[in-house]
């Protein structure tokens, strides 16, 4: 199964606070932009997770990836077969467009599409709340009002 990933851009950012959790409390506007990253899953006969990068070097610890932090919170509640991604990296890290935010989000819902989970729209959303306080926005690829804290995070819909 192969997913395309979206990324957003922020209206008016405000940074209210780090919190200890090394998240932050913000009010923003979060809009839908169509440029994507690729992802592609599929089931392996082991149960082992393997994740293979390609395009734009991502440095550090493979493990702190988001695609793989998502399968290990997922992992911890369900059973899942093993499953092998593959993320071909197109757009640049770091310029606060949520790219692997968006990538960890939709790593969550092909492995609920792949392993027949049915968990509902809502138990994703916890899931990725748990990656980080944008990550659900992915999920709703319409523009967003975004304000308070990463667990209790308002928004409105436009």
Same mark, same amino acid.
């Given at each position: 199964?192969?997913?395309? /990933?979206?990324?957003?851009i ?19 506007? =979060? !809009?839908?932009?169509?440029? +994507? ?10 149960q082992? =997770?393997?994740?293979k990068? +390609?395009?734009?070097?991502?440095? @550090?610890? /493979? ?7 998502? !399968? ?11 499953? %092998? ?5 197109i757009?640049?890290? @770091?310029? @606060? ?8 989000? !939709? ?12 968990? %509902? +729209? ?10 980080? %306080?944008?990550?659900? =926005? ?8 975004? =304000? ?6 308002? +928004?409105?819909?436009?």
């Amino acid at each position: 199964m192969v997913a395309f /990933p979206p990324v957003k851009i922020n209206l008016g950012l405000n940074i209210i606070a780090k919190r200890a959790d090394n998240f932050h409390d913000i009010e923003s506007v =979060f !809009y839908p932009v169509g440029w +994507t990253d690729v992802i592609e899953v599929i089931t392996t006969e082991n149960q082992e =997770f393997n994740l293979k990068m +390609t395009g734009q070097p991502i440095p @550090g610890d /493979p493990t702190k990836n988001l695609i793989f932090k998502g !399968y290990q919170i997922l992992k911890n509640d369900y059973e899942i077969p093993g499953l %092998s991604f593959h993320l071909h990296k197109i757009l640049p890290m @770091g310029a @606060g467009l949520g790219g692997g935010s968006s990538d960890g989000a !939709y790593a969550l819902k092909l492995i609920n599409e792949v392993a027949q989970l049915g968990i %509902s +729209t809502e138990k994703l959303h916890e899931y990725a709340f748990k990656l980080g %306080s944008d990550c659900p =926005f992915f999920f709703t690829r319409s523009t967003n009002v975004c =304000f308070g804290q990463r667990r209790n995070i308002g +928004t409105h819909k436009y």
